[in-house]
């Protein structure tokens, strides 16, 4: 699969810490090898901590805070997983209102795993076909979303596109869709 983001600035909305390294990394790979520009965007600058499961793993440097990032400046969104990351995420008033910001702007939006749940919290997921990790199903459903277990999800039913996948084993996929989102 060949997909052009040339020119395209993708955000890569985290926590401080709590992101599952490999729901981070891969779609961060993905988007440059497709000749995108990742830009990590935390609600605190400096670094942020990575997770393996339950174990440490590396740290990142955030590329701009939430208080300064401008939906008009990226043409996609990527909310990687971690149990930790989408809870603080979603406690945060700025970053939720980022994450509904993308989907009122029409711009495509990818969430993995546990990400979802700041979707919840953005009010994003009323009438959209998805999936996640499955613990966070009956969120989604009394959301308002219709909850799948399937490897990838894309919904355009509501003005934007919004990719869901359920865990680091469905990565592949999951980049492949978000890929094609982003380049449309």
């Known amino acids: 699969m060949t997909v ?16 599952e390294q490999v729901e981070l990394t891969g779609p961060w790979k993905a988007v440059q090898d497709a000749g995108g520009t990742p830009h990590l965007v935390s609600p605190k600058s400096g670094h942020v901590q990575a997770f393996e499961h339950l174990d440490k793993a590396e740290t990142f440097p955030v590329d701009v805070t939430v208080a300064d990032a401008d939906v008009a400046s990226y043409d996609g969104l990527v909310l990687p997983g971690g149990v930790a990351n989408p809870d603080a995420l979603r406690m945060d008033a700025s970053a939720v209102a980022l994450i509904k910001g993308f989907f009122d702007a029409g711009k495509p939006v990818a969430a993995i795993c546990h990400a979802p749940w700041a979707l919840v919290e953005a009010d994003v997921v ?5 999936t996640s990790w499955p613990s966070l199903q009956t969120d989604l459903r009394n959301a308002g979303a219709e909850w799948v277990d399937e490897e990838v999800v894309v919904d355009t039913s509501a003005g934007s596109t919004l990719v869901t996948s359920r865990k680091p084993d469905d990565l592949k996929a999951f980049d492949e869709a978000l890929l094609t989102a982003f380049a449309g």
């Open 126 to 130: 009323r009438g959209r076909r998805l």
């Open 4 to 19: 052009d983001l040339t020119g395209k600035t993708i955000a890569f909305l985290v926590a401080a810490e709590g992101i």
